[in-house]
Structures are given as structure tokens and as C-alpha cells.
């Protein structure tokens, strides 16, 4: 795998962990992907790039 495929993979964890983090904190209604890309460190729009919506994130 190559290295930016790794990162890719890697980001998608992190994403990942905070989506589920804010949505045992506050329920999945009340959690945006701003606010998962945020405690990421990351852009709204990259988390689009990696899931398309906070739906992609449940599949």
C-alpha cells in the first residue's frame, strides 16, 4: 500500500473515532460532520472526501 493510501486510511480511523466519540456524547441527531471535523483537526470538506455525508459514516 503506498504511503498516501495509508494516510488515507489512517484519516479515515481518526474520522471515524470522532464521529463515534460525539455521537455517545450527544446522540448522532445532534452531531455534525463541522463538529466531527473539528475534533479531527480537519476540514469540513474532508470529511466529505472520505464518507459524502455522516449517513457514510454508519455503512
Same mark, same amino acid.
Given at each position: 500500500? *503506498?504511503?498516501? #493510501? $495509508? @494516510?488515507? +486510511? $489512517? @484519516? @479515515? #480511523?481518526? =474520522?471515524?473515532?470522532?464521529?463515534? %466519540?460525539?455521537? #455517545?456524547? $450527544?446522540?448522532?441527531?445532534?452531531? *455534525?460532520?463541522? /463538529? =466531527?471535523? %473539528?475534533? +479531527?483537526? =480537519?476540514?469540513?470538506? %474532508? ?5 459524502? *455525508? =455522516?449517513?457514510? /459514516?454508519?455503512?
Amino acid at each position: 500500500m *503506498s504511503a498516501s #493510501a $495509508q @494516510r488515507g +486510511v $489512517q @484519516r @479515515r #480511523a481518526r =474520522i471515524l473515532d470522532a464521529a463515534l %466519540e460525539l455521537f #455517545a456524547e $450527544q446522540g448522532f441527531i445532534l452531531t *455534525s460532520l463541522p /463538529m =466531527i471535523a %473539528e475534533r +479531527v483537526g =480537519i476540514t469540513h470538506a %474532508e470529511t466529505l472526501h472520505h464518507f459524502g *455525508s =455522516i449517513g457514510g /459514516m454508519l455503512c
